[in-house]
């Protein structure tokens, strides 16, 4: 397995690309599922998440065509996808594949759209918590799917097809917003979702599907009403920039200190991280197409409370990141997570660097420390795995962290794309 090894201590100077969000990507190509046509997708991540779902659309009869690798710069920004679902050849989603990926378990609505049954693996439980499925499958049974579990699958089934229906989600749920906005296009009649996630994703599908013909009103908000069509066409779109990734660099230049110039994103969708980045006494300012972030290595942080939440409040996927900068910041910071049960295990190993966190429920108490230094850690996944990195880079000495698979799912060229500002980091391939 490879790790990645630090050098910390340098300060950071340059310019990052920021890649298509995966969590807009992945959406967007099971919505391929809804039509006979051709969804061409642009600024595709060059991820592994991306590569499972690839997997997982072939073996439902998907024909997948991935061009333009990268350009000469080694970005993959003009990355494109195209996706045909002709015909569904299978409608059942193995356990061996969404068990890796619980973003695969976003193909039951599709599915049970597009051609009245889907048999699903239960994503199961996972490091940050239990991610139960309740919310799509009560939406789905409103639309009048019948489902059973058996044996760790969903096994719906709407022989007549989906009705529209009025569905007020008891909390909010990125997933079950994506699953059900994509099984109402195709049902018939009108399906109101409220108390919808308002996540930039979201609108981003609400778009694509927009653009493939289907009728959405209310993107943006809690409220969105679809009047279904019997079929939607193919279209052509172009991913989001990764708001997740962005709010990592922007940190990686808060923590390491320097200047670092964000492009090909937008600042409107990281504005409660940058606000939290202000608040710590780090400089943000917008251009055409992104930010720049920058911070004199010897002026100090501020510690500041945080409270995620879902959109537009401040992000649970950089919950972690933020938890390293307040580890080198000169006061305290309470962090309290509210959307997942379990998202401290990052904690134990930002302790093996030095930091000073106190975890009581779900919050943590992270005190400024002296200085961080260097020691081998564990990821343990995507968002945790780089605050590591994070830490990383502020420690003195050698931070060597393993099970860098994590990392791999969700940012692409991380290694690259800091040590071209000056960061001292590499990959060491594992046996
Ligand atoms: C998505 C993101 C993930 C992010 C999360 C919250 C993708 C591929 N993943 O995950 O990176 O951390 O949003 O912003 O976009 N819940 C239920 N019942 C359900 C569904 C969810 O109780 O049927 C709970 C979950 O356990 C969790 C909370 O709702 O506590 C939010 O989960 P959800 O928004 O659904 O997250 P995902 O869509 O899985």
């Known amino acids: 397995m490879d790790s990645i090894r ?21 959406p967007l190509m099971v919505a391929s599922l809804l039509t006979e046509g051709t969804v061409n997708l642009g600024n595709l991540p060059h991820v592994a998440d991306i590569s499972t779902l690839i997997n997982l659309l072939c073996q439902h009869g998907v024909k997948a065509h991935l061009n333009g690798e990268s350009n000469e710069n080694g970005s993959s920004n003009g990355r494109t996808i195209s996706l045909t679902a002709e015909e569904i050849t299978s409608t059942e989603a193995p356990y061996e594949i969404v068990r890796k990926m619980r973003a695969g378990a976003l193909v039951l609505g599709p599915l049970l759209a597009r051609v009245g049954k889907a048999k699903v693996s239960l994503p199961g439980g996972c490091a940050i918590g239990t991610r139960p499925m309740n919310l799509h499958l009560e939406g789905l049974e409103a639309m009048g799917a019948t489902i059973k579990i058996d044996a760790g699958y969903m096994i719906a089934e709407a022989p007549n097809g989906l009705k529209g229906a009025e569905i007020r989600f008891d909390s909010v749920s990125v997933g079950a917003t994506e699953d059900l906005l994509m099984a109402a296009c195709l049902a018939e009649g009108v399906t109101i979702l409220d108390n919808a996630a308002r996540e930039p994703e979201i609108t981003d599908l609400v778009h694509l599907l927009q653009a493939m013909g289907a009728d959405i009103d209310g993107e943006g908000t809690e409220r969105l009403v679809i009047t279904g069509k019997p079929r939607l066409h193919g279209a052509n779109y172009s991913v989001m920039p990764d708001r997740i990734e962005t709010g990592t660099y922007a940190i990686a230049a808060a923590i390491a200190g320097g200047r670092i110039e964000l492009t090909n994103t937008r600042a409107d969708l990281v504005s409660s991280v940058v606000e939290v980045l202000e608040h710590a006494g780090v400089s943000i300012e917008t251009t055409d197409n992104g930010l720049i972030v920058s911070r004199d290595p010897a002026s100090p942080i501020k510690g500041v409370d945080i409270l995620t939440q879902p959109y537009p409040g401040y992000p649970t996927d950089m919950q972690a990141q933020i938890m390293a900068l307040m580890t080198v910041s000169t006061g305290a910071s309470m962090i309290t997570e509210t959307i997942f049960e379990n998202r401290f295990m990052h904690v134990p190993e930002l302790t093996r660097l030095g930091a000073n966190i106190n975890v009581h429920g779900r919050s943590a108490m992270v005190r400024g420390s002296d200085g961080l230094v260097g020691a081998p850690v564990m990821a343990t996944d995507l968002r945790a795995s780089v605050s590591l990195v994070l830490a990383g880079l502020a420690a003195s000495g050698e931070t060597v962290i393993n099970r860098v698979y994590h990392l791999d799912r969700g940012y692409e060229r991380l290694e690259e794309k800091l040590a071209a500002c000056g960061a001292d980091i590499c990959r060491v391939q594992g046996s």
């Not at 630090?6 to 992945?26: D, F, Q, V």
Request: charged fraction near 20%; charge should be positive.
């Open 6 to 26: 630090i050098r910390g201590g340098k300060p950071l100077y340059g310019t990052i690309e920021i890649s298509g969000a995966k969590n807009a990507a992945l």
